[in-house]
C-alpha cells in the first residue's frame, strides 16, 4: 500500500482531519439556514461541501509525496523575510510593462461601460489611500489605524468647502491635501514617543472621533443625513445635460454628442494622471534620505536614533504624506459619489486600507498597487455568490497570507557594482 515517500494511511488522515474542520467551519455557515426564528439543516449542500474537501486535501497530500509536489510545496516552507536585492546588472522588465499598461489605461474608458468604468474609479481610489498608508505603515513601520479619518478630511472638505465658500473640484485637490497634512502632523506631535499597540489604539481612537464629529456635529456637517458634494468641471465647464443657470454643458461647448458617462471618464483620467504623479514621487521619494530614514526608523528606532536621524521630523513627514495623499483620495470619492456621510468612514475602512497595504506587500509600491485592485475588484465577481461572498473572500485572504506571507510583491532594492580598486 505504500511506495516511496508515498503513505496511504497519512492521507486518509489529512482528509479525514479537514473533514472535520470543513464541517467546524462550514457546518454553521451552509448547513443551517436560518428562517425567522426557525432554521432548516440543509444536509446534502454540507455534505458536498465537506467531501470537496476532504478529496481535495487527499490529492493535495498525494501530490505532495511526489517530486514536484516536494518542490512545490519547498517555496511555502522557505524564507522569505527581509529585502530582495536584485543583482546589479539587473533591468526590471517594468520599463515595457508601464509604458503597455498606461496604453491600456487610456483606451480603457472609451471601451468600458458605466458599471466597470466606476468599479476602476473605485479601485484607483484605494490605490491612493494604499500608497498613502503605505508610507506610514509600510515605510515607516508606524501602525495606523485611524487612516481613514484623512480620507473623511478630503471628503468632506470638499462637500463643505463648496457649500459654504463656493470652493469647487480642482480648488478642494491642494487645500484638501494641505488639510489632512496639517491634520496627520496634529496626530504626530502627541504620539512620537509611542510604539507597536500603543500607537495603534491613539490612532484608532483619532479615526473615530473625526467620525463621531461629522456624525454629530448636525448643524455643520448634516450629521447622519450627510451632505452633498459639487461635481468636476473642466475650466467652468459641466458633464451634465443640463448646466447651471448662465453656464454651458462641455458637449455643448465642444458641439458632442451626450455622453452620460462623460463624468466618469473625466474623473477617471484626472485620476489615473494623479496615480501616475503619486507613484513618481513616492518612487522618488523612497531613494532620497527620507525614505531611507523612513526604512531605517521602520526596521530599529534605537539604531536610527543613535544613528543622529530626528526621528521626530522622520514620523512627521511620514504621517503628513501618507495623510495628505488620503486627503487627495477623498476628494475624488466625494466628486465621485456626489454625496458624503460618516457612514463611508467607519473603522472597517481602515482595516481595508491597511489589508491592502499587507497583501500587496510591506512597502511594496507594486503589490499596493495590484492589492488595491484585487480587494477592489474581487468582491464585485463574488456578487453571483452573494451568500458565500465574504467566505469567499476570506478564503481567498487567507490563502495569499499563506503562499505569499511577505505580500504579493516582495520588496526588493537593486545592488550596486562594486567599483575596480574599492575593497568590498
Known amino acids: 500500500m505504500t511506495s516511496e515517500g508515498f503513505s496511504l494511511k497519512r492521507c486518509i488522515l489529512d482528509a479525514i ?54 518542490r512545490f510545496r519547498a517555496r511555502f516552507e522557505a ?3 527581509g529585502v530582495y536585492v536584485r543583482p546589479a546588472d539587473y533591468k526590471s522588465r517594468m520599463r515595457w510593462i508601464i509604458p503597455l499598461i498606461i496604453a491600456l489605461a487610456v483606451c480603457f474608458p472609451f471601451v468600458a461601460t458605466k458599471y466597470v468604468l466606476t468599479v476602476a474609479i473605485l479601485g484607483l481610489i484605494y490605490v491612493l489611500l494604499g500608497l498613502g498608508l503605505n508610507i506610514v505603515v509600510g515605510l515607516a513601520g508606524l501602525l495606523d489605524l485611524g487612516y481613514v479619518a484623512f480620507y473623511a478630511i478630503g471628503a468632506y472638505g470638499l462637500a463643505l468647502g463648496y457649500q459654504y465658500l463656493g470652493l469647487g473640484f480642482w480648488s478642494m485637490l491642494p487645500l484638501a491635501a494641505i488639510l489632512a497634512a496639517a491634520a496627520g502632523a496634529l496626530l504626530g506631535f502627541p504620539v512620537l514617543r509611542m510604539h507597536g499597540d500603543y500607537l495603534a489604539i491613539v490612532t484608532l481612537g483619532f479615526g473615530e472621533i473625526i467620525r463621531l464629529v461629522l456624525n454629530n456635529w448636525v448643524a455643520f456637517t448634516g450629521g447622519p443625513n450627510g451632505v452633498s458634494a459639487p461635481p468636476p468641471t ?107 456621510n460618516p457612514t463611508s468612514f467607519t473603522f472597517f475602512e481602515s482595516a481595508l486600507i491597511l489589508a491592502i497595504v499587507v497583501l500587496g506587500g510591506m512597502g511594496s509600491t507594486l503589490g499596493v498597487v495590484l492589492a488595491a485592485f484585487v480587494l477592489t475588484v474581487t468582491p464585485e465577481l463574488l456578487r453571483s455568490f452573494a451568500e458565500y461572498r465574504v467566505l469567499l473572500f476570506g478564503m481567498l485572504m487567507v490563502v495569499m497570507m499563506i503562499w505569499r506571507p511577505r505580500g504579493l510583491i516582495r520588496i526588493n532594492r537593486s545592488g550596486f557594482a562594486v567599483r575596480k580598486g574599492v575593497a568590498p
Open 17 to 70: 482531519f479537514s473533514g472535520l474542520v470543513a464541517l467546524i467551519v462550514f457546518g454553521p455557515i451552509a448547513g443551517v439556514v436560518l428562517d425567522g426564528y426557525s432554521f432548516t439543516f440543509e444536509g446534502q449542500r454540507l455534505a458536498w461541501i465537506i467531501g470537496t474537501v476532504m478529496l481535495g486535501r487527499f490529492l493535495l497530500s498525494a501530490l505532495s509525496a511526489t517530486s514536484p509536489g516536494a
Open 79 to 81: 524564507d522569505s523575510a
Open 234 to 340: 473642466l475650466f467652468g465647464l459641466e458633464f451634465g445635460r443640463r448646466a447651471k443657470e448662465g453656464g454651458v454643458p462641455f458637449h455643448e461647448f465642444f458641439g458632442l454628442t451626450y455622453n452620460p458617462n462623460m463624468k466618469f471618464i473625466f474623473i477617471y483620467a484626472v485620476l489615473f494622471l494623479v496615480v501616475l504623479l503619486v507613484l513618481y514621487i513616492k518612487h522618488r521619494l523612497t531613494r532620497m534620505p527620507i525614505g531611507r530614514a523612513w526604512e531605517a526608523l521602520r526596521e530599529d528606532e534605537i539604531a536610527c536614533r543613535s544613528m543622529g536621524l530626528n526621528h521626530v521630523l522622520v514620523k512627521l513627514s511620514a504621517f503628513t504624506l501618507g495623510a495628505s495623499t488620503a486627503g487627495i483620495a477623498g476628494v475624488f470619492f466625494a466628486t465621485y459619489q456626489g454625496f458624503v
